[in-house]
């Protein structure tokens, strides 16, 4: 029976992570699917291709160089050494060791280069470490890159670190017990970087390195099941949801805004002079919404919704901002991360409620301020920044909408301009009888 | 620039009249038909029409907003009220093709009017007149500004909201001038702040105002003039030459204006 501990344990343990793991995930699909709908069904081909090219490809990370370049390589090494975490939970619920060694000099090949891309992640980490900290790049020293975001960033990063020294670790005693022949550590895998760390477990006896070695795997695997739980409360959730993300993200021209099916019903009524305005809806036409635009995070559509929890607080789209350059209040990141923390508050008072029971609180004013709001210039620089599709304008332009079609709570300049448009058929007071004036002026 | 000669600009009602249609519409918009600067975007565009026999008419009084600020400050309601007004006139007329010298105009007509029934072929002023270029029917010979150091300047609704960053410069390269790129330019081009409704209010409080920002990024580049492609931005780039006391030496000129005095026949 004791000899089955480790394995029943390692199962209680993956079994758990996996139990809690999901139920994080469907808590996220819930959240994600309070939002208002959105027919994104469409273009499947050219979906799957700008998931391939933006995300799997990183194409949009590498516009800026040197994050661009760190970042694939902690990506490629994320996932390449995620074959070895396979390996290592076949090993954990079989009670084997290497498990994928019969594969032979194909097995070399692979600890090989899980080696080296693992020093590599871990330079790059370090760098990325010394950017965010010591560098003080402007984009994450913001007003929202403080407590909860700030030490989020830097979790990550520590614990990167630890995994890959770990893993480094594990290899190297596992490396000298091969070399001193212990008993179930067979000859497998080349360890081109963990011999170097092999000084430092000179001299221990076979027994000391068992423990070194078995504590290093179970502190690795037991890490990544953490890590893999952390990701619901972090900014790292990118690494799940930016393929998604890229696939819904939009495809036509940035500068074509989103189209509101019920204004343009009622602006056909109007100009229709068949209709009758007094005529009651036709079934199944009362479809008019609630409200205009949105004033909260479940009035968003759930791609919005979905790209909250997919943002990972980079700041390329606030560093790109107009506004934000000039000293404005605005930062299209903070709209995300405003945007998903509202979404969380009302996801948790569901958990808690069973269901949403008032809080008196909403998206706008609570979290985003209207003067955020105005000082947008709906230049798209945010929507091109950001290299995993996400549109902070969008949500921007829904909730000026609630401004100004529920609340008519536009600044008064803008009121003018507006009533302007609709007097005399443009934004400044001139007749629209002198519109053709400038051909006799000189 | 002499402007002096006289514009022929035939309306859409006055060819209807005669029975006929013209091959192309060019939508002036409200900066175009009223800020005295725009006009003379308007007017240099006219000339070269004029020039080569281009056969277009404008919809003068018949002509409104398309409803882009509205849109953008929220209020899509009146946005709608003028995309269909708007749509209901040009449908009237059997418009086929437009061509605008406001890239505002020329992405609400083109991408936005679609959906409430407007579909036009939609081209922004500078691919109109590459195109003519192209063809052969529109020639560049030097001009004034051969040699000039020149930085343009990307409207956001042409260049990122739809992707043509190519056309200003080809026609400014067709110019002989020494082209310089901002640091932040094509898809990074950086607003000059008027978009979005923008124009019409003041900004809100922050350590600079943005089009202040681009110019001084413009001034970067040591341009004797600053091209740009949109009525507003040229506004806005005008006033922040004006800011850091520069208007003497260097002006802001829409790439038509630049054109317009190079264009042989």
């Known amino acids: 029976m004791m000899a089955y501990l480790p394995q029943i344990l390692f199962i209680i343990a993956l079994g758990f992570s996996i139990w809690f793991f999901t139920r994080n995930v469907k808590r996220l699909r819930r959240n994600i699917l309070l939002g208002k709908n959105t027919d994104k069904s469409d273009q499947r081909p050219k979906r799957l291709k700008k998931m391939l090219r933006v995300a799997l490809g990183q194409s949009k990370m590498v516009t800026r160089p040197i994050a661009g370049f760190l970042h694939v390589l902690v990506y490629v090494g994320f996932v390449i050494i995620n074959i070895e975490v396979l390996e290592i939970i076949i090993d954990g619920v079989l009670g084997t060791h290497r498990i994928f060694s019969f594969l032979g000099p194909v097995y070399d090949v692979l600890i090989g280069s899980f080696e080296i891309l693992a020093l590599l992640v871990l330079i790059s980490v370090i760098l990325f470490w010394t950017r965010r900290n010591i560098s003080k790049i402007k984009r994450f020293w913001s007003k929202e890159m403080t407590s909860w975001p700030k030490n989020d960033a830097n979790n990550i990063l520590y614990f990167e670190v630890v995994l890959m020294v770990l893993f480094l670790t594990m290899n190297a005693t596992d490396y000298q017990l091969q070399l001193n022949n212990a008993a179930h550590y067979n000859q497998a895998g080349t360890f081109p970087i963990s011999q170097f760390l092999l000084p430092m477990f000179d001299g221990l006896s076979n027994a000391t390195l068992i423990v070194i070695e078995r504590s290093a795997w179970w502190l690795h695997i037991l890490g990544i099941f953490f890590f893999l739980n952390y990701l619901y409360y972090s900014k790292h959730l990118h690494i799940l949801l930016a393929f998604p993300n890229v696939y819904y993200s939009r495809l036509n021209p940035q500068g074509q805004f989103s189209h509101n099916e019920t204004v343009a019903n009622e602006v056909k009524m109007m100009m229709d002079p068949e209709a009758d305005p007094y005529a009651a809806p036709e079934e199944g036409e009362e479809d008019m919404p609630e409200k205009f635009g949105a004033s909260d995070a479940t009035d968003l559509n759930w791609f919005q919704l979905l790209s909250a929890y997919t943002c990972t607080e980079c700041g390329r789209c606030t560093s790109e901002c107009p506004a934000n350059q000039t000293g404005k209040k605005l930062s299209p990141r903070k709209i995300m991360m405003d945007t998903r923390d509202r979404l969380e508050e009302i996801g948790e008072n569901i958990n808690k409620n069973g269901e949403f029971k008032p809080d008196d609180k909403q998206l706008l004013d609570d979290y985003i301020s209207r003067e955020e709001l105005w000082a947008c210039t709906t230049c798209n620089a945010c929507v091109e920044a950001c290299p995993v599709g996400i549109d902070p304008l969008s949500i921007i332009m829904d909730m000026r909408q609630y401004l100004v079609m529920e609340e008519s709570a536009a600044p008064v300049e803008l009121n003018n301009a507006m009533t302007n448009i609709e007097n005399n058929a443009a934004p400044w007071p001139y007749n629209q009888q002198d519109r053709l004036n400038w051909v006799q002026e000189n | ?265």
């Not at chain 2, 200003?168 to 390269?173: A, D, K, M, Q, S």
């Not at chain 2, 790129?181 to 000059?192: I, P």
């Open chain 2, 1 to 265: 620039m002499d402007m002096s000669e006289n514009l022929k600009v035939p309306t859409m009602a006055g060819l209807m009249a005669e029975g006929k249609q013209p091959e192309v519409l060019f939508w002036v918009g409200c900066a175009g038909s009223f800020d005295d600067r725009a006009k003379k975007i308007t007017k240099a565009f006219v000339k070269i029409l004029n020039k080569i026999n281009i056969d277009f008419a404008v919809l003068g009084t018949e002509e409104s907003c398309t409803g882009d600020p509205a849109k953008r400050a929220g209020n899509e309601f009146l946005f709608q009220m003028q995309a269909a007004t708007n749509i209901e006139v040009l449908n009237g007329y059997d418009v086929k093709k437009i061509v605008t010298t406001c890239p505002h105009c020329f992405n609400t007509i083109k991408n936005e009017y679609p959906a409430l029934g407007g579909n036009y072929d939609v081209v922004h002023h500078t691919q109109f007149l590459k195109q003519l270029l192209d063809e052969g029917k529109l020639k560049i010979e030097g001009g004034e500004f051969k040699g000039k150091r020149i930085t343009y300047h990307d409207p956001c609704y042409l260049g990122r909201a739809n992707g043509e960053y190519e056309a200003p410069r080809e026609l400014l390269r067709k110019l002989d001038v020494e082209l310089v790129e901002m640091k932040s330019c094509k898809s990074r081009g950086l607003c000059c702040g008027a978009g979005g409704a923008q124009m019409f209010k003041d900004a809100e409080p922050g350590n600079k105002e943005v089009n202040i920002h681009r110019t001084e990024e413009a001034l970067e580049t040591q341009p004797e003039a600053i091209a740009a492609g949109c009525p507003f931005c040229n506004t806005m780039m005008t006033d922040g030459v004006k800011n850091k006391d520069k208007q003497d030496s260097i002006k802001v000129y829409d790439v038509v204006e630049m054109l317009s005095d190079a264009v042989d026949l």
